[in-house]
């Protein structure tokens, strides 16, 4: 199975900073990546499909980038609702697919 | 809208078997590949076996630890998806959520784009 490592675990931030987490697949997935949301109790929610299409309805600050094994997502400027934890996630070929561990953003 | 709603978790005794079901609207069902993934509490997301349309096949794949264990099925006529879970354990307790993994004809597998608001499932002696 392909093994998708998160960095960091966890990060403070303040409304406003620019926020970057990385992701990193043991193998190369071309740009099968896919970013999520998720905030506690809810289902997460999908920000980024195939490395760096924006799913619709998803704001502008978010952004994704990386091909191969090295993948970035970027807020541009980190608002009160993006306190959350952020998950990668590959769909490289043939099931399963895999998650990173998660990051967390919370509030400095 | 597409909405995805999840319902019959509840709590099982360990080798128990427990049916969770989803129902889907918004969204052209029949065409759609499905996935479930869940989460155990405080933990990350796993995901745990996806179907395909019947017009690709219907085949359905698992993850290495649900594998004989669990099955995925549907009813395209109404717009439903099901996961039966057979010899529970208690590592299986979790939140478990449907989503949607090939929506759209343009999609490649994988982009989980909907998910439902996901039903917890205990097992428990």
């Known amino acids: 199975d392909i093994q998708m490592t998160q960095s960091p675990s966890s990060l403070s931030a303040s409304v406003g900073d620019r926020v970057t987490i990385t992701c990193r697949a043991s193998?190369?997935?071309?740009?099968?990546l896919s970013w999520f949301l998720q905030k506690p109790g809810t289902a997460p929610k999908l920000l980024i499909y195939?490395?760096?299409s924006l799913q619709r309805g998803v704001p502008s600050r978010f952004s994704g980038s990386g091909s191969g094994t090295d993948f970035t997502l970027t807020i541009s400027s980190l608002q009160p609702e993006d306190f959350a934890t952020y998950y990668c996630?590959?769909?490289?070929?043939?099931?399963?697919?895999?998650f990173g561990q998660g990051t967390k953003v919370e509030i400095k | 809208e597409v909405q995805l709603v999840e319902s019959g978790g509840g709590l099982v005794k360990p080798g128990g078997s427990l049916r969770i079901s989803c129902a889907a609207s918004?969204?052209?069902?029949?065409?759609?590949?499905m996935s479930w993934v869940r989460q155990a509490p405080g933990k990350g997301l796993e995901w745990i076996g996806r179907?395909?349309?019947?017009?690709?096949?219907?085949?359905?794949e698992y993850a290495a630890p649900v594998k004989g264990r669990f099955t995925i099925s549907r009813d395209d006529s109404q717009n439903a998806l099901y996961l039966q879970m057979n010899s529970l354990k208690t590592e299986d307790t979790a939140v478990y959520f449907c989503?949607?993994?090939?929506?759209?004809?343009?999609?490649?597998?994988?982009?989980?784009?909907?998910w439902g608001q996901g039903t917890l499932v205990t097992v428990s002696s």
């Open positions: 989503t949607t993994d090939k929506t759209y004809s343009y999609d490649s597998s994988g982009y989980l784009r909907y």
């Open positions: 918004g969204f052209i069902f029949t065409k759609a590949w």
């Open positions: 179907i395909k349309s019947k017009t690709d096949g219907g085949t359905s």
């Open positions: 193998q190369s997935i071309n740009t099968y």
């Open positions: 195939a490395a760096s």
């Open positions: 996630q590959q769909s490289y070929g043939f099931p399963p697919w895999t």
